[in-house]
Nanobody
Framework: VQLQACGGGLVQPGGSLRLSCAAS????????MAWYRQAPGKQRELVAS???????NYADSVKGRFTISRDDAENKSYLQMNSLKPEDTAVYFC??????????????WGQGTLVTVSS
């Protein structure tokens, strides 16, 4: 199983970006999906998560600006980021709890995609 994240880049303050995460491999089902971020010199933090049932959770710092969604048919998650601020600058990682066709379940991480918010 692999997670592939993409969509990062350089954006001006107030701008928007949409991150995508695609899961591939011997997937039976995906439970929770999430996005984390790690800024330079800081610990990795949870940005947003979404359950298999669609319940979402957001860090206080991104509420009202970021939206997490998922497409179970495509095994993908998305993070729509609006009204970006310089403090949103970080490497963003996608995460998913995946059950494989071999009846095991593990946490998987994407490789990270850099988001830089700067004028």
């Amino acid at each position: 199983v692999q997670l592939q994240a993409c969509g990062g880049g350089l954006v001006q303050p107030g701008g928007s970006l949409r991150l995508s995460c695609a899961a591939s491999g011997n997937i039976f089902s995906i439970n929770n999906m999430a996005w984390y971020r790690q800024a330079p010199g800081k610990q990795r933090e949870l940005v947003a998560s979404i359950t298999a049932g669609g319940t979402t959770n957001y860090a206080d710092s991104v509420k009202g600006r970021f939206t997490i969604s998922r497409d179970d048919a495509e095994n993908k998650s998305y993070l729509q980021m609006n009204s970006l601020k310089p403090e949103d600058t970080a490497v963003y990682f996608c995460n998913a709890e995946i059950a494989t066709i071999y009846f095991d379940s593990n946490d998987y991480w994407g490789q990270g995609t850099l988001v830089t918010v700067s004028s």
